[in-house]
């Protein structure tokens, strides 16, 4: 059993900074193999990768949060952050954490975190 815990999610104001963590788990998930990425879905809209992370630390961002967001992991605890900065309202969605092995093709989904920026 594999287990992607989100957190870090909240409401912040148009500017404010939030950093996302995802811890994974499992008794057979070698988190260090997998590419790792967040996803957010916004109401009415499609679920969208805004930011992944290879196993070999490789990174890309979908253009809208460029400059603004980072990703980042740390094989030793498992986990995989975003840290978002200059937040806007169009940023407002649930923010899914992924875990994607090239290797054997399995994928696993976090339940997802609300990140609501409003004034």
């Known amino acids: 059993q594999v287990q992607l815990v989100e957190s870090g999610g909240g409401l912040v104001q148009p500017g404010g900074s939030l950093r996302l963590s995802c811890a994974a788990s499992g008794s057979i998930f070698i988190f260090s193999t997998y590419a790792m990425g967040w996803y957010r879905q916004a109401p009415g809209k499609q679920r969208e990768l805004v930011a992944g992370?290879?196993?070999?630390?490789?990174?890309n961002y979908v253009d809208s949060v460029k400059g603004r967001f980072t990703i980042s992991r740390d094989n030793a605890k498992n986990t995989v952050y975003l840290q978002m900065n200059s937040l806007k309202p169009e940023d407002t969605a649930v923010y899914y954490c992924?875990?994607?092995?090239?290797?054997?093709?399995?994928?696993?989904w976090g339940q997802g975190t609300q990140v609501t920026v409003s004034s």
């Open positions: 992924h875990a994607w092995s090239p290797r054997t093709k399995s994928d696993y």
């Open positions: 992370i290879s196993s070999g630390g490789s990174t």
